[in-house]
Structures are given as C-alpha cells and as structure tokens.
C-alpha cells in the first residue's frame, strides 16, 4: 500500500480520497435544489466540469485571437 502511495504521491492521493469522500456524501446526503435539474445525482459535478471544459476552449481561443508577437514591446 505505501508503495502506491510513493508512486502516486500524498497530494493526488488526498484529492483521490476527498473526491470518494465527497461520491459517499453524495449518495447519503439529501440536496434541495431550486429547479429539478439541480436534484439530479452528481449534477454539481457534471456542471463543473463542463463549466471548466469551457472556460478552457474559450481560453484557447481568446489566447490564438490576442496573442501579440514576441518581438511585440522591442519594435
């Protein structure tokens, strides 16, 4: 088991535990949703990540569109 540990490392092996601590929370708790889509199960998951995966690509994009050239402050 220490082995794993080693080869995974203390801080991915912490968020490993916290993300089934919080699957466990997930399927005990009750949450109380505004709308019905918020009652779903893991929709704050699948909503978070989606929301990144966005905010990523719009990232990328912007970065292409503004990007100035190396040379940009010299000239």
């Known amino acids: 088991m220490t082995s794993i540990i080693k080869k995974f490392g203390k801080i991915n092996s912490f968020v490993l ?8 929370l997930e399927l005990i708790g009750h949450r109380h949703g ?6 779903l199960m893991f929709f704050p998951a699948f909503f978070g990540f989606l ?6 690509k719009i990232g990328v994009s912007l970065r292409s569109f503004l990007m100035k050239d190396e040379d940009y402050y010299d000239r």
């Open 34 to 39: 505004e709308t019905d889509i918020e009652d």
């Open 17 to 24: 535990f916290l993300c089934f601590l919080l699957l466990v």
């Open 51 to 56: 929301s990144c995966i966005i905010i990523f």
